[in-house]
């Protein structure tokens, strides 16, 4: 994977709220569970980041265009060596769910009970597809991505994960590689089709800004997001989505039936004259699942090319465009998200601003917005008192600079 420069607990894995204070928290955090856990210090601390999307949604596993950010949230895991056993297992806790699981490193892990250790069971089956074998682990776990927010809290326990059994196994993989590793991990063990995007930011984000993503190409472009009167806001509707309910494998089912009737190689090579020609061949569905890929591919590729040359209204009009497709042809909005872009629509950027649109896969999560720095607080405020007068909800908004992609901590005190 090439990456240029253009110029360039609440509801998460387990950080007590008191030590939620980044990184540097969150890796004490885990650290000291780690220890009581354990009886001993961990040898190892291997983060990865959430991430948000702020264009180029479902366009992934369409060989399109995304311009995701990896945001200074993160899932931390403490691992050391454990005892030697009869046979080596890695023995993972979540701090969140205060439960454990035994993962077998010997032998090809099998999906099951508890679900939430399928992502770690996927990321440790890649690893012995490849012939890598870790010693027998511990390994405790802290995060504060929220969870079922379209953050992509999975993909920053799948990274994490497969950062630590690196560390442990004295390899490092080629990063695309790794992406990919813990991409098919999810498809394999928890069911979800999913594209690229968010395992391929949590192992590449940058602390610089946004990565405009090519997948076709499998190149990423960095597009410096420095000013600090620009601010992303995150907007949690609190309603959890699901992707492994069978939506989104629908709406995957559907690009592939318009890729097939419109003889292309993916939807990145269809034009929106083409998916319009042929309407009615297609069906009402398929066709408007086919013209929200066409035409956000051209949404995203302008957005990066307006946030890198400053032009912020523009940028933002093409979020609140990317929303209403997502809403009307994709249909993988709901009520509570489409509440939230309008409010953020209402306050305008006379009130700071700039656009809004749902980020993630859909059916619940998060909404993400442009704004400025100087009017966070007006902006949550008014957000929390119409989002709850019209939806009955509290919603919790934390505003996010970019993240540092997968990576190992020296040691607690170096962060």
Not at 207 to 227: C, I, K, N, Y
Request: proline residues 5%.
């Amino acid at each position: 994977m090439h990456i240029a420069d253009e110029d360039g607990l609440d509801d998460s894995l387990g950080a007590p709220a008191a030590e939620r204070s980044g990184l540097g928290g969150l890796a004490r955090a885990a650290a000291r569970g780690f220890a009581a856990r354990f009886g001993a210090a961990p040898r190892w601390l291997a983060a990865a980041p959430g991430r948000v999307n702020l264009i180029g949604e479902h366009t992934d596993y369409n060989a399109g265009f995304s311009l995701p950010m990896a945001i200074d949230r993160y899932t931390v895991i403490a691992g050391g060596p454990a005892a030697s056993a009869a046979r080596p297992v890695l023995r993972f806790h979540s701090a969140a769910l205060d439960a454990s699981s035994d993962v077998p490193l010997d032998q090809t892990p099998q999906a099951g009970e508890p679900t939430w250790a399928n992502y770690v069971r996927g990321v440790v089956a890649q690893f012995q597809r490849r012939g890598i074998a870790p010693p027998a682990l511990n390994a405790f776990a802290v995060s504060d991505v929220p969870l079922g927010s379209g953050l992509s809290s999975s993909a920053s326990l799948e990274v994490s994960t497969a950062t630590l059994l690196e560390a442990a196994a004295g390899t490092t993989l080629d990063r695309l590689e790794k992406a990919r590793m813990c991409r098919q991990a999810e498809h394999e063990y928890a069911h979800v089709p999913c594209g690229l995007m968010d395992q391929l930011t949590a192992v590449l984000g940058d602390e610089s800004g946004p990565l405009l993503v090519d997948f076709e190409a499998e190149e990423a472009r960095l597009v410096p997001l420095r000013d600090p009167a620009v601010t992303v806001l995150i907007c949690n509707s609190n309603v959890p989505h699901a992707l492994h309910d069978g939506e989104y494998a629908r709406r995957r089912a559907g690009c592939e039936e318009a890729v097939r009737l419109l003889n292309v190689s993916s939807l990145r090579h269809a034009t929106l004259e083409a998916v319009e020609a042929a309407k009615h061949a297609l069906g009402s569905e398929v066709y408007r699942r086919a013209r929200h890929i066409v035409t956000e591919n051209a949404r995203t590729v302008a957005a990066a090319a307006a946030l890198a040359s400053g032009e912020l209204s523009k940028f933002g009009a093409l979020m609140y465009q990317s929303h209403q497709s997502l809403r009307d042809d994709f249909e993988v909005s709901c009520p509570e998200l489409d509440a939230l872009v309008e409010i953020a629509s209402e306050i305008g950027e006379a009130g700071g601003v700039f656009g809004a649109r749902m980020t993630g896969g859909g059916f619940g999560g998060c909404t993400v917005m442009l704004v400025r720095s100087d009017c966070v607080a007006p902006i949550t405020e008014t957000l929390a008192r119409e989002y709850r007068r019209r939806q009955g909800r509290a919603v919790t908004t934390f505003v996010s600079r970019p993240g540092r992609g997968a990576h190992m901590i020296a040691t607690v005190d170096s962060v």
